[in-house]
C-alpha cells in the first residue's frame, strides 16, 4: 500500500468542496479546449473529470517533480480523455494550464490528441485501447518485485473491456496478487456506436470477479463514495481491486448528457458558449483561439529514456567441435546474466520455457521468472511497463508469435521507449518440422517498421553469447532472432572460433566471413553455415566470393557496403525470410540512397513452406546451399 496517498479513512468537507469546485473549472476547460481545437474528446473527459480531479489530488505525485522515485503512478488506458487529464494536471500545477486550452491538439506542442509523456505528469502514452492495464501491471509487478510502495492506478473505458487482452491481464494480476494495482473504470455506458451493451455486451463486476479481483461500485460523481473506494482499496491485501464508477457521458452540460455524439466531437462556438454559461465558468474561448494562431511550435524529438547501468558477466566460448543451438547459448547466458545482476534480473515466458530455453534462469531465480501462460498480447505490454521500473528484463517466445502476433503491442513499447529485451526462438523456416503456421519469416520487415527496436541475428552460439550480453548492457529494445535446429560453430579460416572471446559486438557491424571476388553475398542468421559450405565448394573450383554476415540487418554499415560495391561486380542477398520484406529489400533501398549501382539477386522465402527438417525445408524453399552456388555461378 502507497503509505502517501488516502491517509484518513474520511475526506473533509473542505476538500469535497476544493474537488467540485475544480472539476467544474475542469469541465470549462475541457470544453474549451476541444472547441479551441476543433475536434477532441469532451465526452468521456467530463464522465471521468471527478475521480481524475479526486485521485490526481490524493495520490502521491510531486508538480516540481513529476518523475520522483516515490510518486504513484498513473496510467491513462483510455488516452483519448486527454482533454480531462490535461486540465486537471494544469489545475493541480504541472504546468499552466492555459497552455492545454490553447495548445491542444496543435502541431508542435506537446499537448496532442492522446495522452502524451511529452505532458507533465503523463506516465504513459496510449491511445490504443486495451492495452493501458497490461502496462499498469507490468508497473505493479516491477514496483513489487522490488519491494517499494508506490501504487498504481489506472484508468480505463468501459467501451475498451471488450478487448481480449483486458481479460488476459486480469488473470495475470490474480495470479501475482497484485494489491498494489487499483483500476477505475468510467463505466458510462456509451461508445462510438451507442449503448456498450448493444455493441458487445461485457459483465463487468462478473467478469472480474471472476477472474479474482474484488470489485467495489460507485457513483462516479459522488466524491465521497470515490474517496472511500479508493481508500478502502488501498487497505487490501487479497489482490488487485477494479472500482466500477458509474457515470454519464457529457456530464455537467444538459444537452451534451447521455447522448453518444460528443464522444469525439467538440462543441461548436455557440454550443460552448452556452456550456459554459451553464457551468458557471469564464468564457476564454476568444482569447485562446487568438493565443493558439501566435504559438510558436517546438522543436520535434524525444529526450531518450536512461535506464540502469547492468552488467554483461563473462563470454562464454563453444568450441568447435559442439554442436549446440543458438537458444541453448541464450539461455546460459541468461543464467551468467541472473548471476551478475542479482535482484534486477527478470524473465518472462509464454508456456515455452523449455523451448525457448529460460528454464535453467527459472530453477535458479524462481521468484524472478514470470510465467504469464499463453498470453503474448499482455506479455508483450506487461514487459514494457516492468522494464520501465528499472529491472532488466527478459522476454523469450517463438518469433511468430513475438513479432508477427504482438505488432500494435510492440509498437507502443517502442512509442514509450521501453527497455525490454526479446529472445525470439523458432525464427525462420529453420523452425522445419513445425510448418508454415510457426515459420517466422516477417520480422525484419516488421521491426523495420519501428523506429527504436534494434535487430540482433546471431550466426551462431558463440555469436549469440556476445549479442544477449550487448542487449542487455545497453538501453532500448532488442530483438534477438534466433532458429530452432542445432548449428555448426563459425570459424575462421584457422579453424578458430570467429565469434569467440576476442570478439566485440557493436550494432551495426557487418563480419567478413570469408573473402572473394566478383560476387559478395550477404546472409545471417541459420543460413550462415550454409553459405560458408557453399563458398567452400565454389573455392576449391576457383570461384571464391565474399561472405559477409549480416549482424544488424536494420542498421548495416554503409562503409562495408560501400567498399563490397567497389570490390564486387554483383551482390547477392541469401536469407531466411520473406524475400519482399527482408534485409534484400532493406538492401535495395541502401543501394539507391548511396547511388551504387551493381546487379542485386534476392534468395529468399518465397511462399509459405511445408513441414520438415530444416535441410529439407530449405531445399524445397530453393534455399539449399546449392541453390546459391547457382546463383553465383552466374554471376561468375
Excluded at 266 to 278: D, N, V
Aim: include cysteine; charge should be negative.
Amino acid at each position: 500500500m502507497s503509505l502517501r496517498a488516502f491517509k484518513t479513512e474520511e475526506c473533509r468537507e473542505s476538500d469535497l468542496k476544493r474537488w467540485e469546485e475544480m472539476s467544474r473549472q475542469c469541465r470549462g476547460d475541457i470544453l474549451t479546449m476541444t472547441t479551441v481545437a476543433g475536434s477532441g474528446h469532451p465526452g468521456g473527459s467530463l464522465s471521468s473529470i471527478d475521480f481524475l480531479t479526486l485521485l490526481y489530488d490524493q495520490m502521491a505525485r510531486f508538480p516540481d517533480d513529476p518523475k520522483n522515485e516515490n510518486r504513484d503512478y498513473l496510467i491513462v488506458s483510455n488516452g483519448h480523455i486527454s482533454p480531462a487529464v490535461y486540465a486537471v494536471l494544469g489545475r493541480s500545477g504541472f504546468f499552466p494550464y492555459e497552455e492545454a486550452l490553447a495548445g491542444f491538439r496543435k502541431a508542435g506542442t506537446p499537448y496532442e490528441g492522446h495522452v502524451d509523456t511529452k505532458v507533465p505528469g503523463v506516465e504513459w502514452i496510449t491511445g490504443n485501447l486495451g492495452q493501458g492495464l497490461s502496462t499498469a501491471a507490468g508497473i505493479a509487478m516491477g514496483l513489487k518485485f522490488q519491494k517499494k510502495d508506490n501504487h498504481v492506478f489506472c484508468v480505463m473505458g468501459d467501451g475498451e473491456q471488450q478487448k481480449g487482452q483486458i481479460a488476459e491481464t486480469r488473470r495475470f494480476a490474480s495470479k501475482f496478487r497484485l494489491d498494489n494495482l487499483t483500476v477505475i473504470i468510467d463505466y458510462n455506458r456509451l461508445q462510438i456506436s451507442g449503448d456498450v451493451d448493444e455493441v458487445m455486451k461485457v459483465d463487468l463486476v462478473r467478469e472480474y470477479e471472476a477472474s479474482g479481483w474484488e470489485v467495489l461500485e460507485i457513483d462516479g460523481h459522488d466524491f465521497q463514495k470515490i474517496y472511500r473506494a479508493f481508500y478502502q482499496a488501498l487497505r487490501q491485501k487479497r489482490g488487485p481491486v477494479m472500482i466500477l464508477a458509474r457515470t454519464v457521458m457529457g456530464k455537467g452540460v444538459s444537452f451534451m448528457e447521455n447522448d453518444e455524439k460528443w464522444h469525439g466531437q467538440a462543441l461548436g462556438e455557440e454550443q460552448l458558449h452556452k456550456a459554459l454559461q451553464e457551468l458557471g465558468v469564464k468564457d476564454r474561448f476568444e482569447e485562446m483561439r487568438k493565443r493558439r494562431a501566435d504559438l510558436p511550435p517546438e522543436p520535434a524529438g524525444k529526450a531518450k529514456k536512461v535506464y540502469g547501468t547492468f552488467q554483461p558477466g563473462k563470454r562464454i566460448e563453444y568450441d568447435p567441435l559442439q554442436k549446440t543451438d543458438n537458444r541453448s547459448a541464450f539461455g546460459k547466458a541468461l543464467e551468467s546474466l541472473g548471476e551478475v545482476n542479482s535482484d534486477r534480473t527478470v524473465v518472462l515466458d509464454c508456456d515455452l520455457a523449455g523451448s525457448v530455453k529460460t528454464g535453467g534462469f527459472a530453477q535458479k531465480w524462481p521468484d524472478a521468472f514470470i510465467q504469464a501462460g499463453i498470453q503474448e498480447h499482455s506479455t508483450a505490454s506487461i514487459a514494457g511497463g516492468i522494464s520501465a521500473t528499472g529491472l532488466l528484463t527478459f522476454w523469450a517466445d517463438f518469433g511468430v508469435f513475438a513479432a508477427d502476433e504482438v505488432y500494435n503491442q510492440l509498437r507502443l513499447n517502442d512509442i514509450n521507449q521501453t527497455n525490454i529485451k526479446i529472445a525470439a526462438t523458432h525464427c525462420g523456416l529453420n523452425v522445419g518440422e513445425d510448418g508454415k503456421t510457426h515459420h517466422a519469416v516477417n520480422y525484419v520487415g516488421l521491426l523495420r517498421c519501428l523506429y527504436g527496436f534494434s535487430l540482433l541475428t546471431p550466426a551462431d552460439p558463440n555469436q549469440t553469447d556476445a549479442m544477449v550480453r550487448y542487449a542487455a548492457v545497453h538501453d532500448g529494445n532488442f530483438f534477438l532472432a534466433m532458429g530452432r535446429a542445432k548449428t555448426p560453430v563459425i570459424t575462421d579460416e584457422k579453424g578458430k572460433p570467429r565469434f569467440g572471446k576476442d570478439y566485440s559486438f557493436t550494432y551495426g557491424q557487418m563480419d567478413i566471413i570469408r573473402k572473394g571476388e566478383k560476387v559478395t553475398v550477404f546472409t545471417y542468421g541459420a543460413l550462415l553455415p550454409y553459405a560458408l559450405e557453399t563458398w567452400e565448394r565454389l573455392n576449391k573450383k576457383g570461384r571464391p566470393f565474399t561472405l559477409i554476415n549480416v549482424s544488424s540487418p536494420l542498421n548495416p554499415d554503409r562503409e562495408a557496403i560501400r567498399k563490397s560495391a567497389e570490390n564486387s561486380d554483383s551482390f547477392i542477398v541469401y536469407e531466411d525470410h520473406n524475400v519482399h520484406s527482408g534485409f534484400g529489400s532493406l538492401l535495395a533501398d541502401l543501394m539507391a540512397e548511396e547511388g551504387i549501382s551493381c546487379p542485386l539477386v534476392k534468395l529468399g522465402v518465397t511462399e509459405y513452406a511445408r513441414s520438415g527438417t530444416a535441410d529439407e525445408v530449405y531445399r524445397l524453399a530453393g534455399l539449399a546451399p546449392e541453390d546459391l552456388e547457382k546463383a553465383v555461378e552466374k554471376l561468375f
